[in-house]
């Protein structure tokens, strides 16, 4: 029987209650599907640095990096000051790990928890492949006169031809798989980043026309898109983007789908060990309730098995979802949903197994 070694990270506020049912729904999953998960957990989070005075150990990534795949839930404590946590933890295991992709679908399941007006499942099902490891997260810049009349503060966005070139090809190869409308967005701002986008234009047109003729390519700036996102979009199959345009555009995506609830994402290396999570933060005031939405982290359990070859599995966890979130959800927000944290993650789990 195939078994999985699985890295589990439930951090902060809500992430351990939600990965807990993200736990619970694979566990339905694998005997059906035939194969075996072996977990290990990591308490990395706000908690064990408030008491070591660490973000992550120096153990931390060379003991992740022998798991294919890390399921994470969330980081954010509110007695930690903002920027140590995310860039300690979250970044730079995406970063160390070469998790230069970071893939985020957004699917609208229920027409019922759309914000927008006339739309429904047929309309929103596309997927966002944001550049993970480059841009303005690398945190290249500085000071200059610092806390001075005269002060500069410069922070840079690092485009390699080699980190653009990787995700681009990814995106054009996921594009082809999926195989839905067989277009490729580039969204970026080329009429003022005129020297990144510069080359993220070429590096995708050269890329396209000779090794994806299959794939049709489009162009638009990031403003236009967020405009479309909510007027038609309808007209997006994939998307590929920088990492600071995606991470902007992805929470307008988890909007129209339904929210933080549901949004959920992986961060790719495909040749080492990547990381799936809920999109939405800790929640911090929601933990210990019961009453937090579980199925961002479920889905990307179900991206996690998709990722590992599972992909009926997978395919049999989203289905799961989509007919909770049709049949017995009266909201996805947390402390709406007409059910509790464990419910949902026990009615999902039984969705499964059926
Ligand atoms: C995300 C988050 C992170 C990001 C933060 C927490 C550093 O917003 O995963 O989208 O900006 O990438
Ligand atoms: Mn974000």
Redesign the pocket.
Known sequence: MKSYNVAVVGGDGTGPEVVREAVKVLDAAAPKFGFKLNYTHFDFGGERYLRTKEALPDSAVSDLRKFPVVLLGA??HPDVKPGIL??GI??RL?FELEQYI?LRPVKLYDERFCPLKDKKPEHIDFVVV?E?NEGL?TGSGGFVFKGTPNEIAIQESVNTRRGVERCLRYAFEYCRKRNKRKTLMLCGKTNVLTYAFDLWERAFHEIGAKDFPDIKREYAHVDATTMWFVKNPEWFDVIVTD??F??II??LGAMIQGGMGIAA?GNINPAGTSMF?P?G?SAPKYTGQNVINPLAAICAGGMMLDYLGESKAGSAIEQAVIKITREKLKTLAAGKMGYGTTQVGDMVAGGVVD
């Open positions: 980081i954010g995310e860039k979250l970044l995406r970071n944001r993970n997260y990492n600071m995606g991470d992805t929470d994402g999570e999109i933060g």
